[in-house]
C-alpha cells in the first residue's frame, strides 16, 4: 500500500523516460503537422530513382522550389529562435508576455506534438468519472426525495428542503476544491473527491432519521461539488489545441451519469418498498463511486498537471511529465528545460542543468518552511484579482459567472423535482392549479414504477445532445462555435421549459417536453463547462472555475427553498421561474467578448 501510495505522488524526473527526447533539428519529423499532412508533392520532391531503379533522397538544395518551401514550412519553426517569435505573436495590447505564458505556449506546443494517444484516452475516461458521478448523485438525490418522503412522513414540498443540504455541500466543494486544485495541485482534488462522495454515499443508505439523511448528503455533496472544476481544468491542460473539442465531448459522461441514475432507480425504487429502494439504490450508487475511485488512485498513474508544476516554479518536473505523456503515447518529445530557458531567458540552449542547480531546485521544492501558510494565504482575494486583470477578461469572467448563477438556479428548479413533475401526469398542465392539499400536511404521494420508466427515458434523449454539442463547438458558423451553441441550446431550453407547463397537459406531451429539454440542457451544460475553463489562464483556471461552479452551486441552494415555498401547488410556477432564468442566462452569453474556437490556452 505505501508503495502505491508513495509511485502515485513521487516526483517525476526525466531520467525515468529514456528514449522520447529527439533533438530540435529533428523535431519537425514527430510534429503534429508532420503526422496530419497526407503526402504531398513535397514528400515526392525529396525523392528521386537512383540509376538502377531504386529510391534515393534528394539534397533539397538541388531543388530551389523545394528547398525553399523546407526552410520556410518545417525547420525554422523548430528552432530556438523560431521559438522565441512564437511565443511572443498575438496583440496583448501594452502588456508584455510573462515568463509563465512563454513557457504556457511551448508546453502546449510540445502536448500538440505529441498528439492524442493512449494517456489522453485514459484520461478522458478517469475524468469522465467525475462529470459521472456528479450528474450520479445530483439526480439520483432527486430520485430518493418521493421514497423520503414516504418513511419519514414529510410533505411533498418540504421534503424539497432535502436537495438544499446537498447544494449547501456542493457550493462549498466547489469553491474549495476549484481553489485548492490551483494552490494544492490537481492531483490530490482530483482523487480526493470522489473518495468523500463515496464513503458518504454509502454511509447514507444507513441513516435513521430525516436529518441523518440531509447531513450525509452535504457531506458527500462537498465531495461531489470539486468534480466539475477539477476535472475539467485538468483535462484541458492535458489536452492538444487539435483536439479541443473532446473537452466538450467529456461532457457525454454527464447524461450518462443520470441514465444509470434513473436505471438503478426503476429497478430498486421502482419495485420496492419506500423504506427499502432507496436504501439500497443510494447504497449502489455509492459503490460505483467507490470503484471509481479505486480504478483511479490504484490503476492508473495520473501525472500532475504541467501547468500547475510551472506555475508553482517545479519547471523540472512539467518538463518530466511531458516526456511521460511522450513515453504512454509512444512517441517523440523535444521538449527540455535548456529550451524553455533559452527562447523565454535568451539563455544557450546548450547550457546543462548543472547537478549544483539540480541540487538547489530539489533542496527549494523540499524544504520551503512557509508552504502551508503560503497555501492559505493563496485562498485570499488576490487570487482572484488576475481574473480582472483587463478590461475584456473582467467583463466575460462577471458574465460567465452571471450565465452559471441564472443557470444554477434555473436548472435544479425544474430538474431537481422532475420526477415530482412527471407523477402527476399532465392533471394541471395549462390549467389552473389545484388547491394546496395534502402537499404541505397530507400523506405524501407515491410515485409510481412508471414514472421512473419516464425519467429513464429523458435520461436518453439527453445523451445525444453532448454528442451534438462537440460536434457544433468547432464549426466556423457565427451561429455555432463555443458562443453560438451555448446561447442557441439555452434559449431552446427557456422555449420548452415555458411548453412543458403550457402545453403539458397528458403524460406523453410532459414526456416529450422533458425529453427536448434534456437533449438541449445537455449541449448547454456540455458546452458551458468546455468553453469556461478556456476562457481563464491557467495560474487562476481553477480559482475561475471553481467561482463560477461556487455560485451555480449557491444559486442552487436557494432553488428548493424557493420550489418548497412559493405560493400555489408547487409545480408550475418553479418552472417558470426557471425558464425566465435560462432566457436571463442566454441574455448574458450573447453579450460574453471572448470566443475561444482555435485559440491557444495558457
Not at 540509376?51 to 523545394?66: L, N, Q
Not at 430518493?144 to 418540504?158: G, H, M, N, Q, R
Not at 436505471?263 to 470503484?291: D, K, M, N
Amino acid at each position: 500500500m505505501a508503495g502505491l501510495l508513495w509511485s502515485s505522488y513521487r516526483s517525476e524526473s526525466v531520467d525515468d523516460y529514456p528514449g522520447v527526447l529527439v533533438p530540435l533539428e529533428e523535431a519537425h519529423l514527430h510534429s503534429h503537422s508532420s503526422r496530419s499532412r497526407p503526402p504531398s508533392d513535397l514528400d515526392d520532391a525529396l525523392l528521386d530513382y537512383d540509376d538502377e531503379g531504386g529510391h534515393r533522397h534528394k539534397d533539397p538544395a538541388d531543388d530551389e522550389d523545394t528547398g525553399m518551401l523546407l526552410e520556410m514550412g518545417t525547420e525554422p519553426e523548430y528552432s530556438i529562435e523560431g521559438f522565441r517569435r512564437e511565443v511572443r505573436r498575438g496583440n496583448k495590447g501594452d502588456e508584455k508576455w510573462t515568463d509563465y505564458e512563454m513557457k504556457s505556449k511551448l508546453i502546449n506546443k510540445a502536448i500538440q506534438d505529441i498528439g492524442m494517444g493512449r494517456y489522453n484516452w485514459q484520461l478522458f475516461v478517469l475524468c469522465g468519472f467525475g462529470w459521472f458521478a456528479d450528474n450520479l448523485w445530483m439526480q439520483g438525490i432527486s430520485l430518493t426525495l418521493p421514497s423520503l418522503s414516504a418513511e419519514f412522513d414529510i410533505s411533498e414540498k418540504t421534503v424539497r428542503y432535502t436537495t438544499s443540504f446537498l447544494f449547501a455541500g456542493l457550493c462549498v466543494g466547489s469553491f474549495i476544491w476549484g481553489v485548492g486544485s490551483d494552490v494544492l495541485g490537481r492531483r490530490l482534488a482530483f482523487n480526493a473527491t470522489l473518495f468523500i462522495t463515496a464513503i458518504f454515499g454509502i454511509a447514507s443508505a444507513f441513516a435513521t432519521s430525516w436529518a441523518g439523511v440531509c447531513f450525509l448528503y452535504a457531506a458527500l455533496g462537498f465531495g461531489v461539488g470539486g468534480n466539475l472544476p477539477v476535472d475539467g481544468a485538468l483535462f484541458l491542460e492535458f489536452l492538444p489545441d487539435a483536439s479541443s473539442s473532446l473537452l466538450t465531448l467529456l461532457s457525454v459522461w454527464w447524461p450518462i451519469g443520470q441514465l444509470c441514475s434513473s436505471l438503478l432507480a426503476w429497478y430498486f425504487i421502482g419495485h420496492l418498498p419506500a423504506e427499502q429502494g432507496w436504501r439500497h439504490f443510494v447504497f449502489s450508487i455509492g459503490i460505483i463511486t467507490l470503484i471509481m475511485f479505486l480504478v483511479r488512485f490504484f490503476i492508473c498513474h495520473l501525472y500532475e498537471s504541467p501547468k500547475f508544476l510551472l506555475s508553482s516554479g517545479r519547471q523540472a518536473e512539467a518538463v518530466a511529465v511531458v516526456h511521460g505523456i511522450a513515453f504512454r503515447n509512444g512517441r517523440k518529445t523535444w521538449l527540455t528545460e535548456e529550451i524553455l530557458d533559452a527562447v523565454v531567458d535568451g539563455l544557450s540552449p546548450l547550457s546543462p542543468v548543472t547537478p549544483r542547480r539540480r541540487q538547489h531546485v530539489t533542496r527549494q521544492r523540499l524544504s520551503t518552511a512557509n508552504i502551508i501558510k503560503q497555501r492559505f494565504a493563496s485562498f485570499s482575494g488576490d487570487r482572484l484579482r488576475p481574473l480582472f486583470s483587463s478590461r475584456k477578461l473582467g467583463l466575460t469572467t462577471a458574465l460567465i459567472w452571471f450565465c452559471w448563477a441564472t443557470i444554477g438556479m434555473g436548472y435544479p428548479l425544474f430538474n431537481a423535482f422532475l420526477p415530482q413533475y412527471l407523477s402527476h401526469g399532465g392533471n394541471n398542465g395549462g390549467q389552473q392549479p389545484a388547491p394546496e392539499t395534502s402537499t404541505n400536511t397530507g400523506s405524501p404521494e407515491t410515485i409510481s414504477a412508471e414514472t421512473y420508466r419516464n425519467y429513464a427515458i429523458t435520461s436518453i434523449a439527453g445523451v445525444p445532445g453532448s454528442l451534438l454539442a462537440a460536434y457544433a463547438v468547432d464549426m466556423k458558423s457565427p451561429f455555432f462555435g463555443r458562443r453560438g451553441t451555448l446561447a442557441l441550446s439555452t434559449l431552446v431550453s427557456a422555449i420548452f421549459l415555458y411548453l412543458f407547463i403550457k402545453f403539458g397537459t397528458t403524460s406523453g406531451a410532459l414526456l416529450t417536453f422533458s425529453c427536448i429539454e434534456a437533449f438541449a440542457q445537455n449541449i448547454m451544460y456540455g458546452v458551458l463547462y468546455a468553453f469556461t475553463p478556456e476562457i481563464f489562464p491557467a495560474p487562476v483556471r481553477g480559482a475561475g472555475t471553481g467561482v463560477a461552479s461556487f455560485l451555480n452551486r449557491v444559486t442552487g441552494l436557494v432553488a428548493p427553498i424557493l420550489a418548497a415555498t412559493v405560493p400555489g401547488d408547487g409545480r408550475t410556477t418553479p418552472v417558470y421561474l426557471s425558464a425566465a432564468l435560462i432566457l436571463a442566462a442566454f441574455v448574458g452569453m450573447v453579450m460574453i467578448p471572448i470566443e475561444t474556437r482555435g485559440r491557444q490556452r495558457l
